[in-house]
């Protein structure tokens, strides 16, 4: 994956060079990925989507407090890559069930039958599975032989042609075989040339209704690049695709556009490989490859602090609009707590804290001592806000001594505490009310005023 990787990485060094994005920036920045893209033989259709998205959510949405326009840029690029490549969720590849039968298809030279083996590998290793591997491909000269010895490398076992030459009795007695050695995972490999295309996908049909395979995946060769679709689809004509191998992703600069062109076709990659020999399979997982592919280390902590803080900015909006409608809950309390607790002193909210609610003075020079000190107590207030039931958060109205109790117990504090709470939710609750009855327009650091009526209070 050198190749891709390498202009990819210059695509990154670039954005990371910018000290300022202007409109004219941006063009230039977005034309630059779109011929990044373009060399790794993604579609053009594809290109043009996610640089529209990246351009259209740059302009629109607000570049959080704290981030780098050029930060976000790479953090828009990673989402729209993802996105592209089948999302956030890595694929399942457990069997759900067994004995599992799962079936390669594929043209010729793909890597069917090195992948054939590979998945025997990694199942018999990681997923510690009894695993058998059966060639019905009579075609290909050496074909048996090929698995043989791969199966042989392995130590798995295997059934080839003993003679006959006839491919769907191979794939039943092969299956019969299997099943008598207790084998959990069949994994049967297929020919990929034929006479015809036509008569060679006829095959595959009916080794389809022999087998009745709970999986069919497609091996696709990562230098077809872009064509990978048209492939995918020629073989959906006759069996159902439920997944795909990509294979090669070590020799081609065009990896990237087979894995994007066959994501269109809504199979699942679950697997790519990434050289000749056994080992070298991956499960494929979207977040993590573009991740390598943009060569950046610390993209996830900045992705991770982008999503925490685009939550807040929501957070913050249904706080103030709890407040303004005087509806303010336990929950609304809740949730206040959890993005502080994710974002620590970076929060808005967090200056939002009435200074005198906690220890220490929420200020702009706090110390570390300080700190720790107020973050032990939101961790204790947010355990005995976990603690409650979500009527009770809505409703604290009805938390009467012994669910207090229950409260304390459940969360490992005091019942003290748990009233500590209360009071200041109904200070909070009080003075709302109070303010919303005076008609006066909320002040957006209103819990900032409450410092004052804490302090009656003792806390
Ligand atoms: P089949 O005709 O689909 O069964 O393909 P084969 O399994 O015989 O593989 C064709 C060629 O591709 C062989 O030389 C394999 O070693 C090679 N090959 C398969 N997978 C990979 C891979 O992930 N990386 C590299 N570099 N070569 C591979
Ligand atoms: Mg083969």
């Given at each position: 994956m050198k190749a891709l990787f390498e202009s990819f990485s210059k695509l990154v060094a670039k954005i990371r060079g910018l000290t300022y994005i202007d409109e004219e920036t941006l063009r230039e920045i977005l034309k630059e990925i779109q011929r990044t893209l373009l060399k790794a033989d993604v579609s053009v259709e594809i290109v043009y989507s996610i640089t529209k998205n990246i351009e259209k959510k740059f302009k629109e949405s607000k570049v959080p407090e704290g981030v780098h326009p050029k930060d976000y840029l790479l953090y828009l690029l990673y989402t729209e890559l993802v996105n592209a490549l089948g999302g956030d969720v890595p694929p399942q590849v457990d069997i759900p069930k067994r004995?599992?039968?799962?079936?390669?298809?594929?043209?010729?030279?793909?890597?069917?039958?090195?992948?054939?083996?590979?998945?025997?590998?990694?199942?018999?290793?990681?997923?510690?599975?009894?695993?058998?591997?059966?060639?019905?491909?009579?075609?290909?000269?050496?074909?048996?032989?090929?698995?043989?010895?791969?199966?042989?490398?392995?130590?798995?076992?295997?059934?080839?042609?003993?003679?006959?030459?006839d491919p769907y009795r191979i794939a039943q007695e092969g299956i019969e075989h299997m099943l008598k050695r207790g084998v959990d995972l069949i994994i049967i490999d297929t020919a990929g040339r034929h006479k015809s295309e036509t008569e060679l996908m006829?095959?595959?049909?009916?080794?389809?209704d022999i087998v009745k395979p709970d999986e069919v995946m497609l091996v696709i060769d990562a230098t077809s690049g872009k064509q990978a679709a048209a492939q995918a689809e020629a073989f959906m004509k006759y069996v159902p695709i439920h997944s795909i191998f990509v294979t090669k992703m070590d020799s081609t600069a065009r990896g990237g556009g087979a894995l994007m062109s066959v994501i269109k076709t809504g199979a699942k990659i679950k697997f790519i490989g990434t050289g000749e020999d056994v080992e070298e399979i991956e499960i494929f997982n979207p977040r993590r490859f573009v991740a390598r592919l943009l060569g950046l280390g610390d993209l996830e902590t900045l992705v991770e602090k982008i999503r925490a803080l685009e939550e807040e900015e929501k957070i913050v909006k249904e706080v103030e609009k709890e407040i303004e409608e005087g509806k303010i809950t336990l929950l609304t309390l809740k949730k206040q707590?959890?993005?502080?607790?994710?974002?620590?002193?970076?929060?808005?909210?967090?200056?939002?804290?009435?200074?005198?609610?906690?220890?220490?003075?929420v200020l702009k020079n706090i110390s570390d001592e300080q700190l720790q000190l107020t973050q032990q107590k939101l961790k204790r207030w947010y355990a005995i806000l976990q603690s409650m039931t979500m009527e009770e958060l809505l409703n604290p109205d009805i938390l009467d001594a012994s669910r207090i109790r229950r409260i304390a117990r459940g969360s490992g504090t005091s019942p003290k505490e748990v009233r500590e709470l209360l009071q200041y939710y109904q200070l909070i609750k009080r003075l709302?009310?109070?303010?919303?009855?005076?008609?006066?327009?909320?002040?957006?650091?209103?819990?900032?005023?409450?410092?004052?009526?804490?302090?009656e209070l003792g806390m």
């Open positions: 004995p599992y039968k799962l079936m390669l298809v594929g043209i010729e030279g793909c890597g069917k039958t090195t992948s054939a083996a590979k998945l025997a590998y990694f199942y018999t290793k990681n997923k510690k599975l009894k695993v058998g591997l059966i060639q019905t491909d009579v075609h290909r000269p050496g074909a048996r032989e090929q698995l043989k010895q791969l199966a042989e490398k392995i130590g798995v076992p295997f059934y080839g042609d003993p003679g006959h030459g006829e095959e595959i049909k009916r080794l389809y707590l959890e993005t502080i607790m994710k974002l620590g002193p970076l929060s808005k909210l967090f200056e939002l804290l009435p200074t005198s609610m906690f220890p220490a003075p709302v009310s109070d303010m919303k009855k005076s008609r006066k327009r909320l002040p957006k650091s209103l819990l900032k005023q409450i410092d004052i009526n804490l302090g």
